[in-house]
């Protein structure tokens, strides 16, 4: 079991917005540990979609969005394009267990 | 640009050992502290060890601490996992990763990553 916890998948229609939500507890999100967002499509290099909760690195749309509050943080994707189809993965800290702890991961299907 | 390209990957008994490097090219190796995360079928991304980039601090998850061993060659641009008394659920897609900072920093980001490399533990 993940630390983090994804929904299995989401999916939705070319052009609209989907969320992924990613809940922690108060040993991690909740503490105050930033959450970090992946791209990951198979057999290809996760990529950092987000960082420190709603940053974008530089070459990724604006399309996508972080948010963060309390002990969850959300993954927001508008405008859904094909190329979207993906899994995408959250990570943060957890000062308990002393370690870095990802979500399950969440797999979007592109209708 | 950024490349990190894992090897040594393949199939081990229960029991064994396994050696995965990973080849770093496009940035300052030693500035930056290094990283391997991996993925079990069908599960999500689990952390594995980090080094600094001076190669004298290290971190292990729970999992494979006293099994697994990280190093660096600085002088090389690679980065080593020594996987010792593998078992079974060992077997993942093994990812090399860089991390932003030279020091290890658990609750930075990844933000390189290789496109991964299969171990496989199984009799």
């Known amino acids: 079991q993940s630390v983090l916890t994804q929904p299995p998948s989401v999916s939705g229609a070319p052009g609209q917005r989907v969320t992924i939500s990613c809940t922690g507890s108060s040993s991690n999100i909740g503490a105050g540990y930033d959450v970090y967002w992946y791209q990951h499509l198979p057999g290809t290099a996760p990529k950092l979609l987000i960082s420190?909760?709603?940053n974008r690195p530089s070459g990724v749309p604006d399309r996508f969005s972080g948010s963060k509050s309390g002990t969850s943080a959300s993954l927001a994707i508008t405008g859904l394009q094909a190329e979207d189809e993906a899994a995408y993965h959250c990570?943060?800290?957890?000062?308990?267990?002393?370690?870095?702890?990802f979500g399950g991961g969440t797999k979007l299907t592109v209708l | 640009d950024v490349q990190l390209l894992e090897s040594g990957g393949g199939l081990v008994q229960p029991g064994g050992s396994l050696t995965l490097s990973c080849a770093a090219s496009g940035f300052n190796f030693s500035s930056y502290a290094m990283s391997w995360v991996r993925q079990a079928p069908g599960k999500g991304l689990e952390w594995v060890s980090s080094?600094?980039?001076?190669?004298?601090?290290?971190y292990y998850a729970d999992s494979v601490k006293g099994r697994f061993t990280i190093s660096r060659d600085n002088s090389k641009n690679t980065l080593s996992v020594q996987m010792n008394s593998l078992r079974g659920e060992d077997t993942a897609v093994y990812y090399c990763?860089?991390?932003?900072?030279?020091?290890?920093?658990?609750?930075?980001?990844?933000?390189?990553w290789g496109q991964g490399i299969l171990v496989t533990v199984s009799s």
């Open positions: 420190r909760n709603s």
């Open positions: 990570q943060s800290y957890d000062s308990i267990l002393s370690a870095v702890v």
């Open positions: 990763a860089k991390n932003p900072n030279r020091g290890v920093q658990l609750w930075s980001p990844f933000d390189y």
């Open positions: 080094i600094s980039g001076s190669a004298i601090y290290t």
